[in-house]
């Protein structure tokens, strides 16, 4: 794949031809096929400019987008946002000439590039209705906003003003454009709505508000303040580069030598590695680029592929990051009271072709979701939502390939779209994203690629495969917890009424039935104090008396409020111990945290883990996984084993009931 | 058995039930109960009455598991129910005690169907009947029409003669909840067989057309899966007035299995099938045969159906060659007849062709 787009490099091929006989051409790559997918290309377009403008002056964005039915199939989409604004005699060359100040050339984690930009939203606007596009933006120095209507001039690929004027506007800085259009408009799958449902998922720094042609306003809140780091720009690796690119920057560059060159314009090429490459060549180091050919540079070319070069730094992607995954799932996805976001996971960044890509993954399973349906698989790339060519994706190939029957999910034959109530994120970032078309709609099957989703989606699989073989269990042990609590007693008092005797004690076939630990937490939350209040009750349902140690890994950022009883040990990492003392037969044992400065979200579930009891016996608490160091004492006296699960050979009278239907 | 004997005996025995438990939980043990399956794979020929009945499979009803420990609990608050009833001299309907179970709070039935079930499965574990347990059916509604004369003993304790061509309606004569000795005695019967009729339509098809005179025999409306009350008095009718009984029914699954019932013996009341089957009942219903030979109007099997054929080639009461010939064919015919589709032919052909035709084979006409 050349490093320059296609866009570019079909419109200096066709310089002759007017600029929107070249729009006609390629209007499948450009997103404006079809009259739906344009109203969707459009607002696509303004939300990613507005958003890449407020990150780029270090805003956080608050964009607001809405699409307004103006006529019979036309519509006005007006983006709105607070970003830094554009100085008036920048406005209509910004907005009103196709691939001007664009970002060709330059390899870094962005969004978009798609080639034309807003400009081919304006584009496609006034072919279509013939209106003009009208841009308000007011710069933070400005005590008012320009305003300007404006149409490109395709045959000069100039702006044309039809009308400016300065207008008062509350907002004290920012953009607003308002683009008509003939489209049509849809809801589902690949609605203006679901896109930005989703690019509020992966941005949850931005505040983005929608305002759909009918019905009310929906926004999507901030929940974090922290903006995505800067991306770095870096120049090319060797390894992966291509000869169409290695010649045209041999031709473009500036130094006179091609050892200079080398290292000048390669990342991670030092002057040793430079001379070492010109060797392996034979090409001379003194010769100047402009005047390789062919045969020197494919030698070249060959060379790199021998020299041993470092891998590309991978500072330069930017990952969304576990937590902001996390929140932003949350935020969106909330209403609908998923029972588990699996943590999600930000794999190590891998290099393909000299290029860094890095893979994400988050699952979010059960609540309101629907339970029969195929998992709903969100697709991103640095960022973007991809809402079309699904089947080309190399991430919904992935998550096809996987076997999630292992991980507990529905999937008829171990491969396929698996069912049920679940919904997976996968998040693809790197400089250069692969892309199956200059369409930019889905990620290219690269096996690299694959592999890495693969690892990803099977890393949160397990995870929510633990989740649910936890939950199963507790369901079980829940059951068993309320036949002792509820019915047994029922059971013996109506028993011993019925015989004329005194209720007997029941403790011994409690333990029978039970015969494990039950530790159970209730988590009360405080608005006002910013106080989440953790009581963790530890039931002992075994014949005997325990002892042990309970440890629970708070977050960091928590700050440990009143603790009862009083911790073992709190470590700098979060993890608090307790020696507890001995829970007698049949009684119980209660832990109170209170955790100071944290958001309600931020703690819904404790990380417990005991030691120096059994842990087949403990339900609700994972063994202390043996890498802490264990300096704590062993109590358990060895050798209990939770009661078996089943009498063998003893059939359950109440599960052999056939439909009796003889009377 | 005797009013007090029988319900001297089903105090002791509820008390034994209360007792076992009480005593599992005293001892430490999980509470339990083995109750013989009643399943199809727990049903066994019983040479001596030519009827199934349960085998030796047991379950157990454990309170170690949700519904297990639900059902024992239902279990003690039914026996303290019993014990105060027949301290007091009163009885319930099935369907009073499941509604009764309202004020039960967990132990709360969930539909008739449990109640009746773990009646049921007391009547199994004591080898009493559900009427020592003061626990009686409603009327079914199944009823008689031919020349049989019975006595029964009326609410007032008066008797009453009732012949069943003459002093009655042409609904018949209705069977009641009770058809033992003690409230109805059989007198006598001019007649040569009794046909059992699954459907009301073809019940009173014959009795319109005067079947019951024309052929000479007793019509009983089974009603569906009939009664046990309803097989008692078939049985009776067949053991002390020597008639033989024939059913006749829909040609369907379900069908297949109302003769079982009656013939053979239910799988939910086997622990009683030598009073309630009668085991030389012949079957004159519509079988895939006769939806070929009479060309009969038909459905398509459903899912439901196809199961429970496919249901009855491994229930030990079909494995006879006439029965795997006749469910085979159905499967391949893939359909299904009613009773009433012989009217195909017309109003009159039931009687003046098919049920002579029939009945004949088996030499009844």
Request: charged share 30%; hydrophobic share 35%; glycine share 6%.
């Amino acid at each position: 794949m050349p490093s320059i787009s296609i866009a570019e490099e079909l419109a200096k091929k066709q310089r002759e031809i007017s600029i929107s006989e070249f729009f006609e051409r390629n209007k499948q790559i450009l997103g404006y096929d079809s009259p739906t997918k344009a109203l969707l290309t459009v607002v696509k377009e303004l939300c990613e400019n507005s958003l890449d403008a407020c990150e780029d002056a270090g805003i956080l964005p608050d964009v607001s987008v809405s699409i307004q039915k103006s006529g019979k199939d036309e519509f006005l989409v007006a983006a709105e946002d607070n970003g830094p604004g554009i100085v008036k005699k920048e406005v209509a060359n910004v907005f009103g000439r196709l691939l001007y100040g664009s970002r060709f050339h330059v390899l870094a984690q962005k969004r978009g590039q798609q080639g034309i930009g807003v400009s081919g939203a304006i584009l496609y606007g006034q072919t279509t209705t013939g209106k003009p596009t009208r841009i308000r933006s007011r710069p933070a120095e400005m005590d008012v906003a320009y305003e300007v209507d404006l149409i490109i001039d395709i045959r000069r690929n100039r702006p044309s003003i039809q009308k400016e004027d300065f207008v008062a506007w509350d907002k004290p800085h920012g953009t607003r454009v308002e683009i008509p259009l003939k489209s049509r408009y849809v809801t589902g799958k690949q609605s203006p709505f679901e896109y930005l449902k989703a690019t509020a998922i992966v941005n949850p720094h931005a505040r983005i508000t929608y305002l759909p042609p009918e019905g009310e306003p929906i926004v999507f809140e901030r929940v974090t303040e922290e903006l995505p780091p800067k991306t770095v720009e870096i120049k090319p690796h060797p390894y992966g580069i291509e000869l169409g690119t290695f010649l045209a920057m041999a031709k473009e560059t500036k130094s006179y030598k091609l050892s200079a060159f080398l290292a000048e314009e390669f990342s991670r090429i030092s002057a040793r590695v430079a001379k070492e490459i010109c060797e392996k060549a034979g090409v001379p180091p003194e010769m100047k680029p402009k005047s390789l050919d062919l045969q020197e540079v494919k030698a070249i070319l060959d060379a790199i592929k021998e020299v041993k070069i470092m891998a590309p730094s991978t500072d330069c992607l930017s990952p969304i990051g576990e937590k902001l995954i996390k929140k932003g799932l949350k935020n969106v996805l909330g209403a609908l009271k998923p029972e588990f976001f699996s943590p999600p996971l930000t794999r190590d960044p891998v290099v393909w072709q000299g290029n860094p890509f890095q893979i994400e993954v988050g699952i979010v399973y059960g609540g309101d979701l629907p339970p029969d349906q195929p998992v709903d698989v969100l697709r991103f790339a640095n960022r973007v939502p991809l809402l079309y060519q699904a089947g080309a994706c190399a991430i919904t190939q992935a998550v096809q390939s996987v076997d999630w029957r292992r991980y507990g999910l529905e999937q008829r034959g171990g491969e396929g779209l698996p069912y049920g109530p679940a919904i997976i994120l996968v998040h693809v970032g790197s400089v250069k994203v692969p892309y199956t078309s200059e369409a930019k709609e889905a990620v290219a099957s690269i096996p690299e690629i694959m592999e890495e989703i693969d690892l990803a989606l099977k890393e949160c699989g397990r995870r929510l495969k633990t989740h649910l073989t936890k939950k199963a269990r507790r369901a079980k042990t829940r059951e068993k917890f309320d036949i002792v609590q509820r019915i047994l007693p029922k059971i013996a008092e109506k028993s011993a009424k019925i015989v004329g005797k005194k209720v007997p004690n029941l403790d011994a076939t409690v333990t029978k039935i039970m015969g494990v630990i039950w530790i159970e937490e209730a988590i009360a939350y405080d608005a006002k104090a910013k106080k989440h209040t953790v009581t963790i009750d530890l039931h002992n349902f075994t014949s005997a008396g325990k002892k042990f140690n309970l440890h629970a890994l708070l977050p960091r950022s928590a700050k440990l409020g009143a603790v009862d009883p009083k911790p073992k040990e709190v470590r700098d990492d979060g993890k608090v111990t307790w020696e507890l003392k001995r829970i007698n037969s049949v009684e119980k044992g209660t832990v109170t945290i209170e955790l100071l400065a944290l958001d309600k979200e931020e703690y819904d579930e404790s990380e417990l883990y005991v030691s120096g009891v059994s842990p087949e016996l403990v339900i609700g608490a994972e063994p202390l996984p043996g890498d802490w160091e264990l300096e704590y004492a062993e109590f358990e006296e060895a050798g209990e084993a939770p009661p078996p699960e089943e009498d063998e050979g003893e059939i359950d009278y109440d599960e052999t009931e056939e439909v009796l239907e003889d009377d | 058995m005797t009013e007090p004997e029988g319900a001297n005996k089903a105090v002791q025995q509820l008390y034994a039930i209360a007792e076992e438990i009480y005593d599992e939980l005293k001892g430490g043990q999980i509470p339990k109960m083995k109750i013989p399956l009643r399943t199809k794979a727990n049903i066994r020929f019983d040479p001596k009455h030519s009827v199934w009945k349960y085998g030796k499979l047991t379950g157990v009803r454990s309170a170690k598991k949700m519904k297990g420990a639900l059902m024992l609990l239902r279990t003690m608050y039914v026996l303290d129910f019993i014990r105060d009833m027949i301290n007091q001299s009163k009885s319930s309907t099935l369907r009073e005690m499941y509604y009764i179970s309202e004020g039960w709070d967990l132990a709360k039935f969930h539909s008739q169907d449990e109640s009746n079930l773990l009646a049921e499965d007391l009547e199994v574990v004591t080898a009493l009947m559900r009427e020592d347990f003061k626990l009686r059916p409603e009327e079914s509604g199944a009823s008689v029409i031919g020349n049989l004369t019975i006595e029964e003993i009326t609410r007032n304790g008066e008797r009453r003669r009732i012949n069943c061509r003459d002093d009655v309606g042409d609904a018949g004569y209705t069977i009641p909840y009770n058809v033992e000795k003690e409230k109805v005695k059989l007198r006598s019967a001019d007649a040569k067989f009794v046909l059992a009729i699954e459907t009301g339509g073809m019940f009173d098809r014959l009795v319109e057309n005067g079947f019951d005179e024309d052929a000479k025999c007793i019509l009983v409306h089974l009603k569906g899966q009939p009664s046990r009350s309803t097989r008692r008095l078939l049985k009776r009718l067949n053991e002390e007035l020597k008639l033989q009984v024939a059913t006749y029914t829909d040609g369907d699954p379900w069908s297949f299995r109302i003769h079982a019932s009656v013939a053979y013996g239910a799988i939910k009341t086997a622990h009683i099938s030598e009073f309630l089957a009668t085991p030389t009942a012949e079957f004159v219903g519509v079988t895939a045969s006769d939806i070929m030979n009479y060309q009969l109007p038909t459905d398509v099997l459903t899912p439901r159906d196809i199961g429970a054929l496919n249901a009855e080639l491994s229930d030990p009461r079909f494995a006879t060659e006439f029965w795997r010939t006749e469910i085979n064919a159905m499967l391949q015919l893939n359909k299904k007849a009613e009773q009433q589709a012989l009217a195909k032919y017309g109003l009159d052909y039931v009687t003046d062709t098919y049920l002579p035709e029939k009945l004949g084979e088996i030499g009844l006409m």
